[in-house]
């Protein structure tokens, strides 16, 4: 089993609160500084999507710091950005690829407007109430 120790930080960085979430084995890799690592990819609904970091030069010229190719089965998240950016266009992305996978065919505008809300607001929710998700991933059991 592998112990990380998630942290709710403010904006300027220091440790606002913290809470101890204790995650399986394989589901997250730390990387070279010992940050837990983004996933190499994600299943979302019936589709596994590979998730890539999204090269500042593409973001540049598409104006978009994420993707969801649905034909490619792809995420891409720009790490070039604030973490806090980087959090926000995850979880953005994921709201794509639950109404895709889940067959809630919207209109372009409109998906946009709820992915962008959900997003947003579930990253508020999630910082401001770390013990929340560590009861959630106890509730699923993905605890020690
Ligand atoms: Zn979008």
Redesign the pocket.
Known sequence: MTKILARAADADGPVASECEVRIKDGVADLDEDGAIAMPESLRIGPFDYTVVEKPELECEKSG?I?H?DSGAFEIGVALHVPPQRQAEVML??VF?GVFRGFGFDLDHDL??KL??LLAQGMLQVMRDNPEMIAWIYDRIGLKP
Do not use: A, I, K
Request: aromatic share 0%; proline share 0%; glycine share 10%.
């Open positions: 978009n994420g969801l953005h992305e794509h998906e946009e992915v962008t």
